[in-house]
């Protein structure tokens, strides 16, 4: 069984793929310091919950954006299953070309996702992650990561309203009904839901034009169902999307191999 680790910059989302499907889907909250023994007490519970043991996996794959987090999930991922993760990384075998000017600066999730989404649905496409990040990502239609758009995501942009005006509040995201709020909450509200709603129809209209043709608009992330809703210009929603790409990737690059740790024991031992 494959172990999928996608670590976020607020949440890491780790799974397992039995080869036909997916066994188990678990977050748990982004800490950098967090150690590979604190992972291993809240994942291994919860592997037993399904009835899977650590033995039961053999390989394992790791995207983070979050570089202070992989030294802890490596050592998880080697201690306690005595394997050694694939990592992703721009140099891998991607199976398309990485379009941009320093491939290696470009987030593993992006690259991830289009991997899954032309995959899944062929391009040419537009791939928007509702993460920390609002990010849109173009996809050629022979698969060629084309680069795309990095903006603030909606959790941040309401923290830096509250942050910064001493007398508006801190508030929820949601569909308000109307655009024009009647007093202070709802007006945030609106602005911050009608807001990222138009920036999205903006910017895909700016992204096809520059393009030259029109291309498939696929979300993923926690919010992507909730502002799909105002708008048509989202055609698919795939929150498991940088999961399959980690997955993909996978299986298109050999493992690496895994040298034990003496100081380590084996489950058998």
Avoid: C
Avoid at 206 to 216: D, M, P, S, Y
């Amino acid at each position: 069984m494959l172990l999928v680790i996608d670590a976020g910059n607020t949440n890491i989302v780790v799974a397992v793929h039995d080869g036909s499907g997916w066994r188990g889907n678990w977050r748990i909250a982004t800490e950098a310091q967090r150690t590979s023994d604190q992972y291993a007490v809240w994942l291994l519970s919860l592997l037993d919950l399904v009835g899977l043991k650590r033995a039961d996996v053999n390989a394992a794959v790791i995207g983070t954006v979050v570089p202070a987090a992989l030294y802890h999930l490596r050592r998880l991922v080697r201690d306690w299953f005595q394997v050694e993760p694939l990592v992703a990384r721009s140099v891998l075998d991607w199976g398309f070309p990485i379009g941009v000017d320093n491939p290696e600066e470009v987030g593993a999730d992006r690259l991830l996702n289009a991997l899954a989404a032309h995959q899944r649905y062929h391009g040419p496409l537009v791939v928007i992650d509702f993460g920390t990040a609002t990010t849109f990502d173009v996809v050629a239609k022979d698969g060629a990561y084309l680069g795309g758009v990095i903006a603030p995501g909606i959790n941040l942009s309401i923290e830096a309203l509250h942050q910064a005006a001493a007398r508006l509040p801190r508030i929820g995201i949601g569909r308000p009904q109307m655009v024009i709020g009647r007093n202070t909450v709802a007006a945030m509200q609106s602005g911050v839901y009608w807001g990222y709603v138009a920036m999205i129809e903006g910017m895909v209209a700016r992204i096809q034009a520059e393009f030259g043709t029109r291309l498939k608009v696929i979300a993923t992330g926690g919010l992507a169902p909730l502002l799909a809703e105002g708008t048509t210009v989202i055609e698919r929603i795939d929150p498991d999307l940088t999961l399959e790409g980690l997955r993909l990737l996978a299986e298109r690059n050999p493992a690496p191999t895994f040298q034990r740790d003496r100081h380590r024991p084996a489950e058998s031992d």
